[in-house]
């Protein structure tokens, strides 16, 4: 009798992810704006949806939000998969929600560092493989020291790119070495996180990036991904450099602000923050607009 395959089919997480914004509307999480946003941008040719990311404000979102908004964001990805962000730095309370999320269909969860208490590197593999040891779906280190206080070795890595569970890193971790070794040992996919780091990642053979600014100009930035993807490097810079501009802009002042101003301009949704965020300045706004015209121009 053949004997059972028990090894889980390896997730595909190339392309271009978008970590979604969270709409707001009067205080309350603007759902209608959310499920509109999320189809648009499935028709637009993205590969699956990050709910609770840092661009969706999720530090300011109760458990309930959270739940709420991962339901509809799964209702309109059209079968897209989706990804769910998690922060925090009590292991016991962050291992007890990644178990609750276990239970929904999830393309993966989206892991960083604790937070603030800046622990070892032991410690550091102790939180990665107790909280991929409590999941039942895949695991993406998302390694940001400048938002956690936490720097990742390229060791620490390695050595949790032999967990079965960890499948891909979101890579903002500002060290193209440690980005370079990560592809090259093969084990983890690598995504780019620093979205002004899209092109020269997955050119060194990143599989794509999870970026704030693919919510505007979300065909070309899905073009330049399949352009690099099909080896087209010539072609996928034509489009990317265009796209420099923008990118700057949107980090010119906190994510989500200026996205978030973009997209309300188009009706997309309020201009709308959670406090302590706040929304991107008028000045900001009037340039934003400007050259998202320009670029939209055929
Ligand atoms: O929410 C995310 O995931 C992203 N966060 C980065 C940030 O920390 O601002 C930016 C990136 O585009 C996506």
Redesign the pocket.
Same mark, same amino acid.
């Given at each position: 009798m053949p004997q059972q395959q028990t090894t889980a089919p390896v997730p595909d997480f190339s392309g271009l992810w978008i @970590?979604l914004v969270t709409p707001f509307r009067d205080g309350a999480v603007d759902h209608a704006a959310l499920a509109a946003l999320t189809r648009r941008l499935a028709a637009d040719g993205v590969a699956g949806f990050?709910v609770c &990311?840092?661009? &969706?404000e999720a530090a300011a979102l109760d458990e309930a939000e959270q739940l709420a908004s991962l339901d509809t964001v799964q209702a309109a990805a059209g079968g897209l998969p989706v990804v769910m &962000?998690l922060s925090g730095y009590h292991l016991g309370k962050t291992t007890a929600w990644v178990r609750k999320l276990s239970e929904r269909p999830l393309a993966g969860l989206?892991v960083p560092a604790p937070h603030y208490i800046r622990p070892s590197q032991a410690g550091l593999l102790e939180w990665f493989r107790a909280i991929a040891d409590a999941s039942t779906v895949p695991v993406l280190i998302?390694d $940001?020291p400048y938002?956690t206080g936490a720097t990742l070795s390229r060791e620490t890595l390695l050595a949790l790119a032999a967990h079965p569970r960890i499948q891909g890193i979101?890579d903002?971790g500002g060290d193209m070495a440690k980005t370079r070794a990560l592809i090259a040992d093969g084990r983890l996919q690598v995504l780019s996180?620093?979205?002004h780091q899209i092109f020269s990642t997955v050119a060194e053979g990143g599989v794509g990036a $999870? *970026? *704030?600014?693919g919510h505007v100009q979300t065909k070309r930035f899905v073009q330049v991904l399949r352009l690099l993807a099909d080896n087209r490097v010539a072609e996928a810079r034509a489009e990317w450099q265009p796209l420099q501009p923008l990118i700057e802009m949107l980090?010119a002042e906190s994510? @989500?602000g200026p996205v978030k101003a973009l997209l309300a301009h188009v009706g997309a949704m309020r201009d709308e923050l959670r406090s302590p965020m706040t929304r991107a300045s008028d000045g900001l706004r009037e340039r934003l607009v400007a050259l998202d015209a320009r670029l939209s121009r055929p």
């Open positions: @970590p990050v &990311g840092s661009t &969706g &962000g989206l998302y $940001i938002r979101k903002c996180g620093e979205d $999870i *970026a *704030a600014s980090f994510n @989500p």
